[in-house]
């Protein structure tokens, strides 16, 4: 049987060149994030996201398995956790915010 222990005290004996790679891995983690993924580490339930969106748990559900959807329906995914929605295009000489999406999603209701 192994014994737990906290990580603090397994990141103690981490050497400072270890520590800085595991702080590496873990930004890139954050950077790719599944919409399931990111709702969790935003320490929010399928129902809380539902409730703010003002529909059911089943919905969020079938929204975070989709590979494809409207810009202004992730628009509101990702606004009803606290963010906002940048569409950017990346390019071997640059990047690109595009515009043509900001008022989607954005009309009074």
């Known amino acids: 049987m ?3 222990k906290p990580f603090q005290t397994l990141r103690d004996r981490m050497t400072p060149k270890q520590r800085a790679n595991a702080e590496l891995k873990a930004a ?3 950077e790719d994030m599944t919409l399931a993924e990111l709702r969790q580490a935003r320490l929010l339930t399928q129902e809380s996201l539902g409730e703010t969106l003002h529909v059911g748990q089943t919905s969020i559900a079938k929204m975070e398995k989709r590979a494809d959807m409207y810009v202004s329906n992730l628009r509101r995914f990702i ?3 606290g963010g906002e929605l940048e569409i950017v295009a990346r390019f071997p000489d640059g ?3 595009i515009s043509n999406f900001s008022e989607l999603g954005q009309r009074p209701r």
Do not use: E, S
């Open 2 to 4: 192994t014994q737990r």
């Open 28 to 30: 890139a983690m954050r």
């Open 95 to 97: 990047t690109v915010k």
């Open 79 to 81: 606004h009803a956790m």
